[in-house]
């Protein structure tokens, strides 16, 4: 063997360990890392510029041709190998991590607070009003009628004209209304009712063959009343409306004194006496029996012993030619009236303020 041969084989045979120990160390301080910050140290560590790994690839040029070759592709699988451990560990690390902030940030909600603590949080419950709506809704439920909904944000159009109300009529002045800066002046308001749920249903019915209607609406109305005793300015309506063939008035009375009966109890009973709304001809208003003096007399029924509850009539035919629905073979009946007050007088709460106060101490009592 000549010289340059042993001198070839000599070179080969040390820079293939050499290499080896390269990789071995390098893979210690990459899986070593016990973070992303540790991971990037160790990188440039293995990988970077003054590395063994890049020192060895320095070294290369000392070497003749062949074994030059053949350390140098050994080197480059080395250097594959550690960047694809590192971007494997890296993505390790990171779900780690990410998994420790998630069990940071984590509520336990299933905490149990032991029943020896003395100022253990009591626990939530509807608001008298929420709980009286959905008591309302399963007393007409009960009664036949289906509960639908509308916006509360409607166009002048459903809120007053569909209703017999066109603009500047003196009926308007019944509802002082919060107007929105949306499209055309006056075009846009926050309903004062949840009569325009009656027109939508409506003209649902009419597109589709959809009548008769035995439905209830209930929702918030805003009108810019001045709150007192018994009236607030955002309040809670819940509307009744019935259309079908031969509907008469009685039927109007005796669904509101089955009504009140069944949600107030026997000895509290229903009265009409005439009103005039633009939307139904006739037109009344009903009382109930104060449940506050059970018909003596006293401050928030103004001494008659009775309140008002709410309107009701018959629908007016202008209504149904609003929605193009024959008003001679079609008749209706609709009744309205406010949640809030109805909390009022089951309640036997003397004013109806105290509802949005949030007073804890009141609160407390439902």
Same mark, same amino acid.
């Given at each position: 063997?000549?010289?340059?041969?042993?001198?070839?084989?000599?070179?080969?045979?040390?820079?293939?360990?050499?290499?080896?120990?390269?990789?071995?160390?390098?893979?210690?301080?990459?899986?070593?890392?016990?973070?992303?910050?540790?991971?990037?140290?160790?990188?440039?560590?293995?990988?970077?510029?003054?590395?063994?790994?890049?020192?060895?690839?320095?070294?290369?040029?000392?070497?003749?041709?062949?074994?030059?070759?053949?350390?140098?592709?050994?080197?480059?699988?080395?250097?594959?190998?550690?960047?694809?451990?590192?971007?494997?560990?890296?993505?390790?690390?990171?779900?780690?991590?990410?998994?420790?902030?998630?069990?940071?940030?984590?509520?336990?909600?299933?905490?149990?607070?032991?029943?020896?603590?003395?100022?253990?949080?009591?626990?939530?419950?509807?608001? *008298?009003?929420?709980?009286? /709506? !959905?008591?309302?809704? $399963?007393?007409?439920?009960?009664?036949? &009628?289906?509960?639908? %909904? +509308?916006?509360?944000?409607?166009?002048?159009?459903?809120?007053?004209?569909?209703?017999?109300?066109?603009?500047?009529?003196?009926?308007?002045?019944?509802?002082?209304?919060?107007?929105?800066?949306?499209?055309?002046?006056?075009?846009?308001?926050?309903?004062?009712?949840?009569?325009?749920?009656?027109?939508?249903?409506?003209?649902?019915?009419?597109?589709?063959?959809?009548?008769?209607?035995?439905?209830?609406? *209930?929702?918030?109305?805003? /009108? !810019?009343?001045?709150? $007192?005793?018994?009236?607030?300015?955002? &309040?809670?309506?819940? %509307? +009744?409306?019935?259309?079908?063939?031969?509907?008469?008035?009685?039927?109007?009375?005796?669904?509101?004194?089955?009504?009140?009966?069944?949600?107030?109890?026997?000895?509290?009973?229903?009265?009409?006496?005439?009103?005039?709304?633009?939307?139904?001809?006739?037109?009344?208003?009903?009382?109930?029996?104060?449940?506050?003096?059970?018909?003596?007399?006293?401050?928030?029924?103004?001494?008659?012993?009775?309140?008002?509850?709410?309107?009701?009539?018959?629908?007016?035919?202008?209504?149904?030619?609003?929605?193009?629905?024959?008003?001679? %073979?079609?008749?209706?009946?609709?009744?309205?009236?406010?949640?809030?007050?109805?909390?009022?007088?089951?309640?036997?709460?003397?004013?109806?303020?105290?509802?949005?106060?949030?007073?804890?101490?009141?609160?407390?009592?439902?």
């Amino acid at each position: 063997m000549s010289d340059r041969s042993a001198a070839r084989a000599a070179v080969a045979t040390v820079s293939t360990p050499d290499a080896g120990a390269i990789r071995h160390d390098a893979l210690r301080t990459l899986e070593g890392a016990a973070s992303r910050a540790e991971l990037r140290i160790a990188v440039t560590a293995v990988l970077g510029k003054r590395s063994p790994l890049a020192l060895a690839h320095r070294q290369l040029g000392s070497l003749d041709a062949d074994a030059r070759k053949e350390a140098g592709r050994v080197l480059a699988e080395v250097r594959a190998e550690l960047e694809e451990v590192a971007e494997r560990r890296g993505s390790e690390l990171a779900a780690a991590e990410r998994a420790a902030e998630l069990e940071a940030d984590r509520l336990d909600l299933t905490e149990v607070i032991p029943a020896s603590v003395a100022d253990r949080p009591v626990r939530g419950h509807h608001h *008298p009003v929420s709980a009286t /709506r !959905r008591s309302l809704e $399963d007393v007409f439920v009960g009664m036949g &009628f289906t509960v639908a %909904e +509308g916006p509360e944000i409607e166009t002048d159009w459903y809120n007053f004209g569909a209703l017999n109300m066109p603009p500047a009529h003196p009926a308007r002045g019944m509802w002082d209304t919060f107007y929105l800066e949306l499209g055309e002046p006056e075009s846009t308001v926050l309903r004062t009712h949840t009569s325009p749920v009656q027109i939508h249903l409506l003209e649902e019915a009419l597109a589709s063959g959809g009548l008769p209607i035995h439905a209830v609406m *209930p929702g918030r109305c805003y /009108r !810019r009343d001045t709150p $007192d005793a018994r009236h607030l300015a955002t &309040f809670h309506q819940i %509307e +009744g409306l019935v259309v079908d063939r031969a509907v008469t008035f009685a039927d109007l009375a005796g669904t509101i004194e089955t009504f009140t009966t069944a949600y107030f109890g026997s000895d509290i009973h229903a009265r009409l006496r005439p009103a005039y709304f633009p939307f139904t001809e006739p037109s009344a208003e009903f009382e109930i029996t104060c449940t506050l003096c059970r018909g003596a007399g006293c401050r928030t029924c103004s001494q008659t012993g009775w309140i008002e509850l709410g309107g009701c009539g018959m629908v007016d035919p202008a209504v149904f030619d609003a929605v193009g629905i024959d008003n001679e %073979e079609w008749q209706g009946f609709a009744f309205g009236f406010g949640i809030d007050r109805c909390v009022q007088m089951r309640h036997q709460i003397a004013d109806m303020r105290l509802l949005t106060e949030n007073d804890i101490r009141f609160a407390r009592q439902f």
